[in-house]
C-alpha cells in the first residue's frame, strides 16, 4: 500500500521540518513543499504531524490516498491576533486598556498553545 503526503504550511514553521508520524512512528521529516510516499503492508495507516509541541489531528489513509499537511486556519488566526492585541497593549498610553489588551493577548496565546497541541496542523 502506498499514500503520498504532501506539507503545504505556507511561511508558518517554515524554516523548521515536520515530523510525520505514521502508526505513532517517525517516519520522516518534511520541509514546506515537500511530497514522501508512505508505504505499508497494512490495509491502512494513521498519520499524525508534529513541530515541536505542535500537533496534529490523526487521520486513517488507505491504499492510493493522497493527504495534504496544512496549518489549521483558526489556531493561526487566534495566533495572529493575540499578537495584534499585544501591539495594540504596547503602543496604547492608558494605562487601563494596556492592562485590558496584555491580558486578553495573554489568555489568548494560552488557549492557543494548549489548543495548537493537537490541532496545529490539519491532515486532509
Do not use: H
Not at 498519520?47 to 489549521?72: C, P, R, T, W, Y
Not at 495572529?80 to 495573554?106: P, T, W, Y
Amino acid at each position: 500500500m502506498e499514500v503520498k503526503v504532501k506539507r503545504r504550511t505556507g511561511f508558518m514553521g517554515a524554516a523548521s521540518k515536520v515530523v510525520l508520524l505514521v502508526d505513532e512512528k517517525e517516519e520522516t521529516k518534511l520541509k514546506n513543499n515537500e511530497e514522501y510516499n508512505v508505504t505499508s503492508n497494512k490495509n491502512s495507516i494513521t498519520l499524525k504531524a508534529k513541530q515541536m509541541f505542535f500537533g496534529s489531528n490523526a487521520l486513517e489513509a488507505k491504499n492510493g490516498d493522497n493527504v495534504e499537511l496544512k496549518i489549521n486556519p483558526i489556531c493561526l488566526l487566534l495566533y495572529v491576533v493575540s499578537f495584534v492585541l499585544l501591539f495594540i497593549a504596547v503602543f496604547n498610553d492608558g494605562r487601563e486598556i494596556k492592562l485590558l489588551f496584555s491580558a486578553g493577548a495573554l489568555i489568548l496565546l494560552i488557549i492557543t498553545s494548549i489548543f495548537s497541541v493537537k490541532s496545529w496542523f490539519v491532515l486532509k
